[in-house]
């Protein structure tokens, strides 16, 4: 069974672009999760997208948007990138709504470098 | 929202040595506390979990437990190899389900 896949892997942008991300979950999966693991703060929390819908955003700007697709793949998109976007962006999946009650499965990420 | 608070977040043993993280939660709502690995380069992993219903768990070398009343949790890692070098992330979820991470601990094991 395919894991999580995103790519690309690796993306470099300079300032004031748009970066955009992408996310295939596990079969079967409905939840996607999107965190931001920036070097020494640990994973903090994007987005969150269930049966298509927006469910809940972190304490990010605006400018940090996506979107889940009907086949549930889901696309991160970054506006007006700023150096402190540098980051290693993860995607997971899980049955519907589980997250917070079962095991996220991750995939390997996209490596954002803003110049 | 959850907040989750992990020490240390460096620890340095040697080979066979047991380590220990602590993690500390704020809501109490929360009733899922999973345990994630993530090596050099790779995917974070889940390595072990607990419900609230239950204070300890293991398997194999890992084992976590939890105090409800106190609001943490820990993982135990008892003789401990190399290849557990990785940076160790605790979670929880709170009343909104979201897995709230803690900001890692990195474990390095000395051969």
């Known amino acids: 069974e395919a894991g999580v896949t995103q790519s690309p892997t690796h993306l470099i942008k300079t300032r004031g672009q748009q970066a955009t991300l992408r996310c295939s979950p596990i079969s079967g999966h409905t939840s996607v999760y999107w965190y931001q693991q920036a070097l020494g703060l640990g994973l903090q929390f994007l987005l969150w997208y269930d049966e298509g819908e927006e469910r809940n955003r972190g304490n990010f700007p605006p400018r940090f948007s996506g979107r889940q697709f009907p086949n549930y793949s889901s696309e991160l998109n970054v506006n007006a990138l700023e150096l402190e976007d540098s980051a290693l962006y993860l995607c997971a999946s899980s049955l519907a709504g589980q997250g917070g009650t079962g095991e996220l499965f991750f995939g390997e990420g996209s490596r954002l470098t803003v110049l | 929202g959850e907040n989750v608070e992990q020490h240390p977040s460096t620890l340095s043993v040697q080979e066979g040595d047991s380590a220990v993280i602590k993690c500390t939660y704020s809501d109490s709502a929360s009733n899922y506390f999973p345990w994630y690995k993530q090596e050099l380069g790779k995917r974070p992993q889940l390595i072990i979990d607990?419900?609230?219903?239950?204070g300890e768990k293991k398997d194999q070398r890992i084992a976590v437990t939890l105090n409800k009343t106190a609001k943490h949790f820990s993982l135990h890692i008892t003789e401990t190899q190399p290849e557990d070098s990785a940076v160790y992330f605790c979670?929880?979820?709170?009343?909104?389900?979201?897995?709230?991470f803690g900001r890692g601990t990195s474990l390095i094991v000395h051969p």
């Open positions: 979670a929880a979820p709170g009343g909104s389900y979201i897995p709230t």
């Open positions: 607990i419900r609230s219903n239950v």
